[in-house]
C-alpha cells in the first residue's frame, strides 16, 4: 500500500484557516486521496476525497499538488469541534484488497479559543 | 435515520473466553468491514465482507472470525486465540467494493476490555 506521512500534531486558533499537510511520493495514477477525521472514542467520519483536482465540500477543502505527491486539507475557520485526529489515506480505486483503507497515525489537530 | 450501530459500546470479558461484537447497518451497503483501535494508533483491518455469505482476512485476522448471513449484519467474533483482544473495535461499510471513491461509513465503535 502507498504511504502517508502526516505531521504528529498541529495547533489553530478558532475562528483561522488551519492547513493539514500530507505527503505521499509513492502515489500511484489510480489511487484517490482520502482524508477522515476521528473526534475522541468515535469511529472516524469521512471529510473529503479527490483524485486529480482540487475539491470542495461543506466541511473542508483539498488541495492537490500538481504531481499528486501530496494534498492539503484545508478547514477555512477551525472551531473547536474540529479538534480531532485526521487521517490522510491513499486508496487504490480499482478496487484492490476489498477497498480497504490503510490507516496511519494522523495529525492531532488542537484547536485554541 | 441511516447509519451504523455498534453494540455494546464497553464490553468486559474474562480471558479465555470467546466474544461477539454486533454491527448492524441500514444504509444498505454492500460492503462491511471490522478494523481494530490500539491507543495512540491508526485503525487495522481485520476482516471485510463485499457481499453475503462471502468475507475476506484483512490485515490481522488471526483470532478472529465473522459471518455475513445478511447483508446487514457484519458480527465478529473475538477467539480465545486473540492474544491481546482488549481494544477499540470499529465497523464500518461502504457502498460497494469497484472502482471509484467508496468512502466509508463508520459506527461509534465497541470498546472491548479482557482481564
Known amino acids: 500500500d502507498a504511504k502517508t506521512t502526516q505531521p504528529n500534531s498541529m495547533e489553530s486558533n478558532e475562528e483561522e484557516p488551519v492547513h493539514l499537510p500530507c505527503n505521499h511520493s509513492?502515489?500511484?495514477?489510480?489511487?484517490?486521496i482520502h482524508w477522515y477525521r476521528q473526534l475522541p472514542s468515535q469511529g472516524p467520519e469521512y471529510v473529503i476525497h479527490?483524485?486529480?483536482s482540487n475539491v470542495n465540500n461543506r466541511m473542508a477543502s483539498l488541495a492537490i499538488a500538481e504531481d499528486r505527491k501530496s494534498s492539503t486539507l484545508i478547514l477555512h475557520r477551525a472551531t473547536l469541534r474540529d479538534a480531532a485526529v485526521y487521517y490522510c489515506?491513499?486508496?487504490?480505486?480499482?478496487?484492490?484488497?476489498?477497498?480497504?483503507?490503510?490507516f496511519g497515525t494522523g495529525t492531532q489537530l488542537k484547536v485554541e479559543l | 435515520d441511516g447509519g451504523i450501530t455498534q453494540s455494546p459500546k464497553y464490553l468486559f470479558r474474562k480471558e479465555g473466553q470467546n466474544v461477539t461484537l454486533s454491527c448492524e447497518q441500514n444504509l444498505n451497503h454492500d460492503a462491511m468491514y471490522w478494523y481494530r483501535q490500539d491507543p495512540g494508533q491508526g485503525l487495522r483491518l481485520i476482516y471485510y465482507?463485499?457481499?453475503?455469505?462471502?468475507?475476506q482476512k484483512g490485515d490481522i485476522a488471526e483470532g478472529y472470525s465473522v459471518s455475513r448471513e445478511k447483508k446487514e449484519s457484519f458480527p465478529l467474533t473475538v477467539t480465545s486465540a486473540q492474544k491481546n483482544p482488549t481494544a477499540f473495535y470499529l465497523c464500518a461499510s461502504s457502498i460497494g467494493v469497484g472502482q471509484g471513491a467508496r468512502e466509508q461509513y463508520f459506527g461509534p465503535g465497541t470498546r472491548l476490555t479482557v482481564t
Open positions: 479527490g483524485l486529480t
Open positions: 489515506i491513499l486508496r487504490d480505486g480499482l478496487g484492490g484488497g476489498g477497498n480497504k483503507l490503510t
Open positions: 465482507s463485499q457481499i453475503v455469505n462471502d468475507f
Open positions: 509513492t502515489i500511484s495514477g489510480t489511487d484517490y
